[in-house]
């Protein structure tokens, strides 16, 4: 396993209007998550809505090393 802490990424998330692409900066890895920090004012799956430079876990598969749309 490589350790990409302190990597900037994107967190693609898939939605009803495509995916969206949110920047975070990864700060820590468990085996199938990434403890990142937000770049902006996010809403997660569930509901879960979180500020600019909050720290959450998000899935490995979720973390895009280079933007997926523009």
């Known amino acids: 396993m490589e350790n990409m802490t302190g990597e900037e990424a994107y967190l ?13 900066k990864i700060i820590g890895e468990t085996p199938k ?9 996010t809403r997660l799956p569930g509901g879960r809505e979180r ?12 973390i895009r090393f ?4 523009p």
């Open 66 to 69: 280079k933007k997926v749309l």
């Open 33 to 41: 998550k990434y403890r990142v920090i937000l770049g902006e004012d």
């Open 51 to 62: 500020k600019k430079g909050d720290t959450v876990l998000v899935p490995k598969d979720a």
């Open 12 to 24: 693609a998330l898939d939605g009803w209007v495509g995916i969206t692409c949110h920047p975070v």
